[in-house]
């Protein structure tokens, strides 16, 4: 993979400011000004498209091995490459569950081998995602994925007691603990937002509380051991709080939000289209304004997909059994763009540090998250922000369609992403 | 009238007035010697049961029979079908046979809603009770019942001012639901009574006064609606005991004592004596539970007359309180 090759981007927006030219020598960008040549170099009109870093996405769902139907390394890296990303965290959640070294060396290499995007796998926590016993966190850090963020994702590390241990052993490490916050017992067969909406569906409630007990407890937890924790797909409003006042402590304490956060509400819950079944659930439109202004102001650190891929059959059926998830890697910028760009609450150099530096420098990657500047690695995404369509999830390379945006129109469209310097996707078309 | 009835939400007060005139009409039928209408002859009703319910399956289909539909019993209960692919594969299977109307019972909330949106099925689907969703056609009875006893079952009438009590496990029930929304549609005020465990959050957005005092309401209730309260919520910490429970929201002859004459008592069934009920209560000529049973069949004759033969796309006839056929029986009145 490491060919000598050299790109020219000519014309760029670098980050959304003036255009640009960019050279990429290789793996790694050779110069960055204006009136560059680039003898050689196969040359990309970028025609006023804004320059970012590769995308970093903490909180995937690759699903291999165990669930192949849905997704697999291939075409979820497929995936994150037409999104724009150039590195993601494959969550734990597998059959097997990515709780031993064996595991979780097993879906790196997958990643190494699918060329599209480097796959960080995440380690379990606990053995099986049972929340008992730890798994071995220091062999998944030690093992050639070198793991350095741990979930149960998709369980709560509920039991105080295993996650006040798993945020001091991390320590060693400089781990860190992602938490799916959710406190089991207040959630028995939660299917979507407690509130107004849930209370006229007769759908059995969420509340906000279920989520911000765990985070309270967890925050006061890192700071008296002295850890990081990280929390997942932060929801609510009352969350935000949390987090900024554990911020203003100066605990070490990180958050992320979902596009379909930053975008849709519970009331699409009504028509009890299983598209909108997901957990955290969609909250209200409250929530969505509180978590938007928490990204802007940076209490929010970054956006996660939560990329969730689930099989056609899972999702046509009714509201009761279909499965929680929606996939996010192909539309993450374009959720971002409408609802933290065109809005004004974020420009194009705080998109790069939320989706890209901030979450690259969380789970400790190297490589990624770095300025677009000579001698760094050419990990680039080039993005079209005045194309508009409706979203098509037939079109995705993902293996599953489960996109609450099909037929939405919305801005941004990625031509081109580099890894390494090696183009990706080249055109709006993967390479 | 839409196309289906899967909330009480989808009827207007002219619907719902038009359902119960047109019960009234068919109930007239039902005392007669020959209780049966050729109106659906030729139309297949299926009563799709994913949820064991004796009582409304049986009342669905007296109601079919006797306006000459087709009925086939479908029941899902029991086989292993918790999966969702089953409704959709069900529905499918139906389409193939031509069912032109679905009475739907499931356990999930939304289950009619997404057999009627998801483009699976071309019939009409009627919502026979979904989850802790709603149960339309219980309200519909209700107020039938209910317009019987208090406004003497006048043609055209609403229940504009009645004030009807609604008491128990609200945050589980389809009925409640149903019946705060239809009640309200008809004019009536409405308040839910129970402990605050068993009311929903988002409550406030209700068309109805809440109350955890069942006492303060009673005097100025028309009507008070007992719901059924399972026992085994007490084990979800939703009140501490049966006893506490019947002794702050039961209602005993004492209590019925306090309500103004004309009340009446009403019961979706079946009742659990001794619990939200007194056998006192519950055997007094107050109690209408025997009426609602056979306010059954006259309203869900009406609701499938109504949509299947009244008023399809493509039929000339206009819709009305009168039902055809039964014109033979009574004469025509305007
Ligand atoms: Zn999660």
């Known amino acids: 993979m490491s060919d000598t090759q050299r790109t020219l981007i000519r014309g760029a927006r670098l980050l959304g400011g003036p255009a640009t030219d960019v050279l990429v020598d290789g793996e790694t960008v050779a110069e960055v000004g204006t009136g560059l040549t680039g003898e050689g170099a196969t040359v990309v009109e970028a025609e006023g498209r804004v320059l970012l870093p590769g995308l970093v996405d903490l909180h995937t769902h690759l699903r291999e091995p165990g669930r192949e139907d849905s997704e697999t390394v291939l075409t979820g890296t497929r995936a994150a490459a037409s999104g724009g ?18 595991v979780v060396e097993q879906v790196w290499r997958l990643g190494r081998a699918s060329g599209y995007c480097d796959v960080q796998p995440v380690g379990a926590v606990t053995v099986g995602l049972g929340g008992r016993q730890l798994a071995e966190l220091g062999a998944m850090h030690e093992s050639a994925a070198g793991v350095v963020v741990f979930s149960d994702d998709g369980k709560c590390v509920d039991d105080a007691v295993i996650m006040r241990r798993a945020l001091e052993y991390v320590k060693a490490f400089d781990g860190v603990i992602a938490q799916h916050a959710q406190e089991p017992r207040l959630t028995e067969g939660a299917q979507m937002n407690e509130g107004v909406v849930s209370a006229e569906l007769g759908l059995t409630g969420w509340p906000a509380v279920a989520e911000e007990s765990i985070i309270a ?9 002295g850890s990081r924790v990280h929390v997942c ?10 987090v900024r006042w554990a911020k203003s402590k100066g605990w070490r304490v990180t958050a992320e939000v979902t596009p379909h956060h930053l975008l849709l509400t519970d009331e699409l819950v009504r028509s009890y289209d299983p598209v909108y079944k997901v957990n955290p659930p969609l909250r209200t ?3 969505v304004l509180a978590l938007r202004e928490a990204l802007a102001d940076g209490t929010i650190d970054c956006v996660a997909t939560d990329h969730a891929p ?20 192909e539309t993450a910028l374009s959720v971002v763009q409408h609802t933290m760009v065109d809005t004004g609450l974020l420009d194009w150099s705080q998109v790069a540090d939320r989706m890209s530096a901030r979450p690259a420098t969380i789970g400790r990657l190297p490589g990624h998250g770095r300025p677009v500047a000579p001698g760094e690695p050419a990990n680039l995404t080039l993005v079209d922000p005045d194309h508009r369509a409706p979203v098509e999830p037939g079109a995705f390379a ?3 369609r489960n996109s609450p945006y099909r037929g939405l129109e919305l801005p941004g469209r990625v031509t081109d992403t580099w890894l390494r310097g090696r183009a990706t996707l080249r055109n709006g078309a993967l390479v | 009238m839409k196309h289906h009835l ?4 989808d009827l207007t007060r002219d619907d719902a007035v038009l359902i119960l005139d047109t019960a009234e009409e068919l109930s007239r039928v039902a005392g007669r010697p020959i209780k049966k209408l050729p109106t659906l002859r030729g139309r297949t009703v299926v009563n799709l049961f994913f949820e064991d319910s004796t009582r409304t399956r049986i009342s669905f289909e007296a109601a079919a029979k006797r306006l000459s539909a087709d009925v086939i019993n479908f029941s899902a209960k029991g086989s292993s079908v918790s999966k969702g692919e089953s409704l959709k594969d069900t529905a499918l299977t139906l389409q193939a046979m031509g069912a032109d109307a679905v009475v739907i019972r499931h356990h999930d909330s939304g289950a009619p809603h997404r057999l009627a949106t ?22 519909l009875l209700d107020a039938f019942a209910l317009r019987r006893r208090l406004a003497d079952g006048a043609l055209g009438a609403d229940l504009a001012g009645r004030r009807v009590t609604i008491v128990g496990d609200i945050l589980h029930s389809r009925v409640a639901r149903s019946n705060v929304r239809l009640l309200t549609t008809l004019g009536a005020e409405v308040t839910v009574v129970a402990p605050p465990t068993l009311v929903p959050v988002g409550v406030e957005s209700w068309p109805c006064a809440v109350s955890y005092d069942l006492d303060a309401v009673l005097p100025d209730s028309d009507a008070v609606m007992m719901l059924r309260v399972q026992r085994e919520r007490m084990n979800a910490a939703y009140f501490p005991t049966e006893r506490e429970y019947a002794r702050r929201y039961g209602l005993d002859g004492e209590r019925m004592a306090r309500m103004p004459e004309h009340a009446v008592v009403m019961h979706p069934g079946p009742m659990n004596r001794g619990m939200e009920i007194t056998a006192e209560v519950a055997d007094s000529p107050r109690c209408t539970v025997v009426e609602q049973v056979s306010a059954g069949v006259d309203v869900r004759m009406a609701v499938l007359y109504l949509l299947l033969g009244g008023a399809g796309p493509g039929d000339e006839e206009p819709k009305g309180a009168t039902p055809r056929g039964a014109e033979a029986t009574r004469g025509n009145r305007a």
Do not use: Y
Request: glycine share 12%; aromatic share 4%; with cysteine.
């Open chain 1, 233 to 242: 797909h932060l929801s609510t409003a009352g969350s935000v709080e949390l």
């Open chain 1, 85 to 102: 990303f150039t590195a993601v965290h494959a969550m734990a959640n597998t059959f097997p569950v990515a709780d031993t070294a064996g």
């Open chain 2, 6 to 9: 899967v909330s009480a939400a």
């Open chain 1, 310 to 329: 689930h099989p056609h059959e899972d999702k046509d059926c009714e509201w009761g059994a279909a499965a929680m998830g929606m996939v996010g890697l």
């Open chain 2, 118 to 139: 998801s483009g699976w099925i071309g019939g009409h689907v009627v919502n026979a009770g979904d989850g802790t969703h709603e149960h339309p056609t219980q309200a």
């Open chain 1, 217 to 225: 407890r967890d925050v006061l937890l890192a700071a008296h051991v």
């Open chain 1, 398 to 400: 993902s293996r599953s």
């Open chain 1, 285 to 287: 439109e409250q929530d």
